[in-house]
């Protein structure tokens, strides 16, 4: 079993959608959890970051954390033709050189006008 | 120029060239990372310095050399190359190594003939 699990897609959803993108994994000591969003050429930029479980919002976006289901979703509301691009989840421990985050493979998104 | 820079952007090479790839950040970050993306793959880590000391080498074949000169410039230079190594080669960098929130270069796209 990998250590985090990520549905690479594609997901097509028409503008103004919301959008649900999510991952699973099976180390319980991961702590930190990341969001990085990937346009088409470009290098990975971070989104959103939590720690532990619970939820974060920033805009139209919300990150979710359930430390007991070992899952975590990405929420993007009022979905917009900009957002489409590679959404990579990572997460992290707390020592030990895991800080390092381990990143699923990414989800496409492709939001039609 | 801000942020993370790689050059080259794109690279063809052939198996029996030798060729670098750098990568120099502009954000007074103490960590760098080298990671191999590979198409519907997970972000593979190859390479972390810290404070210009390399801190981890995942197992990388020794046909890929990290150079770290100081913290703000990092290479990666490669020799016989294989054609399974083609992928992007995408640099990193954060605060220091326990720092989750990694910076990303728009990457090196390179092609091994």
């Known amino acids: 079993q990998k250590e985090v699990e990520q549905d690479p897609g594609p997901l097509s959803v028409p503008e103004g959608a919301i959008v649900s993108l999510n991952c699973t994994y099976s180390?319980?000591?991961?702590?930190?959890f990341m969001w990085y969003r990937q346009y088409s050429r470009k290098g990975p930029e971070l989104l959103m970051y939590t720690y532990s479980s619970g939820n974060k919002e920033d805009g139209r976006f919300t990150a979710q954390v359930d430390k007991s289901s070992k899952y975590i979703s990405l929420f993007i509301r009022d979905s917009q033709p900009s957002d489409s691009a590679t959404y990579l989840c990572?997460?992290?421990?707390?020592?030990?050189?895991?800080?390092?985050?381990?990143f699923g493979r990414g989800t496409s998104l492709i939001v039609h006008p | 120029e801000t942020g993370v820079t790689q050059t080259p952007r794109h690279l063809v090479m052939g198996m029996t060239n030798k060729k670098s790839l750098k990568c120099e950040q502009h954000l007074g970050h103490n960590a760098m990372y080298w990671y191999k993306q590979s198409a519907k793959k997970p972000l593979e880590l190859m390479f972390v310095?810290?404070?210009?000391?390399?801190?981890e080498n995942n197992s990388v074949p020794s046909r890929f050399s990290p150079e770290c000169p100081n913290s703000s410039h990092l290479f990666l230079h490669l020799h016989t190359l294989q054609p399974e190594d083609s992928a992007l080669y995408l640099c990193a960098s954060s605060q220091d190594e326990r720092d989750n929130e990694q910076f990303f270069g728009p990457g090196t796209r390179l092609t091994v003939l």
């Open positions: 310095y810290n404070f210009k000391e390399q801190t």
């Open positions: 180390n319980s000591a991961f702590q930190y």
């Open positions: 990572a997460m992290s421990g707390p020592g030990g050189g895991s800080y390092i985050p381990t």
